[in-house]
């Protein structure tokens, strides 16, 4: 998420002040001045990591504000140009310093908390998705805190960002007018997935995919694009956004975890991102799935063929999700790139690891995890997995280096914390390594490896109960890891 806020700060900027001109919302160049001057304070606050604030300069007073700022009403937030600005950045002030942005409910209600105001008329698209991914994110905070104060496994379930509804609502109507770019359909989609995978989607109804298809009319959907009350799918709009700017990872990534999710909308994205199936990052995608889906062998295909070139064996083979009807599009790239593409990507190389290490080839894992050493001695993603290879082989000096390797490069990772409980582990320590792996999840309560691995070591304390517990936790994290099942 954040790489895409900077590149759409950075790749799209220009365009989307460009076309902010030709707003059909905006009456006068000084009230265009003054949104993008609120547009530029906006992405200040964000990358300062205000989200609040930044979400707050670009939206309108509620009605119910006790803001004194709202004084003027809702409908002056862009009219009267430079003192409309100044008041809209002693909001963001306020903001800041804790105040409260809108009416609502007592200081544990986070809904009244972060509730909003409609977004200010004549945004560019660069402001839109500002201020949706602003207010998204401190949602999602606000989430994570209330979280945190729950004991109660159950309750930590139906924690919800409660500003998805509002988010959603607001986004339909731009982008039926077409007025989203690549990074706005992105945020309308992540908001889609979240708003559908929460135990109360708030009466959000969703159409079939044949029902919003983009209509031709000069880039916009038209009033009758949708039938009322109705959303696009997720991955729908997710498969537009990359069709618009492909270099976007973050909304790759959403859009395979649709496709792992729901088998059954497979054809569907095949079909619509056969366009751009020769691009390189179509293949990274199908990379990411393969290996999520534990078809190996697909995985190390594909990425033979990118580092490879044409030396490689066919990647396209039967039975992969998201790589039929790539063969075209890849010979295309062959034409370009006979030697390959990725010679020397880590990440590539780290993926393939990885897939060697599923097919529980140790030997053939191992050595490109030490290649990838030499190459980059301070990298440390995927190297948990590394550890897991040298456990298993009992290797407790190569162990031990890459153990005191990761402290120096940085003590404070998940990774860094799972080699050291691995390490542990390996000696027979195993309340030491159950501290570390829980300094792994206090750093990302979301790592699998380290859910799993404490269960591994509460087993060889006959803990049965936190053993249990652990391989729940890493089952409701991802419930196609297998060794989570297996120890359960």
């Known amino acids: 998420l954040a790489g895409a806020g900077t590149a759409a700060g950075t790749g799209t900027g220009t365009a989307a002040a460009a076309s902010a001109g030709g707003n059909n919302f905006a009456t006068s160049g000084q009230e265009s001045e003054a949104t993008n001057d609120l547009e530029l304070l906006a992405k200040s606050l964000l990358e300062c990591g205000e989200l609040r604030a930044a979400a707050s300069a670009l939206s ?11 004084a003027a009403g809702p409908a002056n937030a862009i009219n009267g140009g430079a003192s409309s600005t100044a008041a809209k950045a002693a909001r963001a002030a306020v903001a800041i310093g804790g105040g409260r942005i809108g009416g609502g409910g007592g200081t544990g209600d986070s809904s ?24 998204y994110m401190a949602g999602e905070k606000r989430r994570e805190e209330e979280m945190v104060e729950l004991r109660d496994p159950l309750d930590r379930g139906t924690s919800r ?31 889609l997935k979240a708003l559908r995978s929460s135990s109360s989607p708030a009466g959000l109804t969703t159409r079939s995919p044949t029902s919003v298809m983009r209509h031709d009319d000069g880039g916009g959907r038209g009033s009758d694009a949708f039938p009322p009350g109705g959303h696009p799918s997720a991955h729908t709009v997710l498969i537009e956004s990359v069709l618009l700017y492909p270099y976007n990872w973050s909304a790759w990534l959403d859009l395979s975890g649709l496709c792992i999710d729901d088998p059954a909308i497979h054809p569907d994205v095949e079909d619509r991102l056969r366009p751009i199936s020769g691009h390189w990052m179509y293949h990274f995608f199908c990379v990411h799935v393969f290996l999520e889906n534990q078809a190996n062998e697909n995985a190390v295909s594909v990425i033979e063929r990118l580092v490879n070139g044409n030396s490689a064996r066919d990647p396209f083979v039967a039975g992969g999700a998201a790589a039929a009807g790539g063969a075209s599009g890849d010979a295309e790239i062959q034409q370009q790139h006979p030697d390959g593409m990725f010679g020397r990507s880590p990440y590539l190389q780290s993926q393939l690891a990885v897939a060697q290490y599923n097919l529980r080839d140790f030997d053939e894992a191992e050595a490109h995890f030490v290649a990838l050493s030499e190459r980059y001695p ?4 995927q190297m948990d997995v590394y550890s897991n290879i040298l456990y298993v082989k009992e290797d407790r000096v190569t162990l031990s280096a890459l153990a005191h390797r990761a402290v120096r490069v940085d003590k404070y990772r998940p990774e860094t914390c799972c080699i050291v409980g691995n390490y542990y582990s390996l000696r027979g320590r195993h309340e030491r390594a159950v501290t570390y792996f829980q300094r792994a999840l206090k750093l990302d309560p979301a790592y699998l490896s380290a859910w799993t691995l404490m269960g591994h070591e509460y087993v060889e304390m006959k803990n049965t109960p936190a053993a249990v517990e ?10 196609r890891d297998y060794r989570a099942w297996y120890g359960l």
């Open 60 to 70: 309108s007073l509620p009605i119910s504000s006790n803001d004194p700022s709202s």
């Open 161 to 191: 960002n409660a500003v998805l509804p509002q988010l959603a609502s607001e986004l339909y109507i731009p982008y039926v007018e077409g007025a989203l770019d690549a990074f706005g359909l992105y945020i309308y989609g992540v908001v």
């Open 112 to 135: 009244g908390d972060l509730v909003m105001g409609p977004p200010l008329p004549g945004l560019s698209a660069l402001g839109t998705y500002l201020r949706a991914y602003s207010l």
């Open 378 to 381: 301070d990298r440390l993603d």
């Open 470 to 479: 652990a391989y729940r936790r890493a089952v409701d994290i991802n419930p």
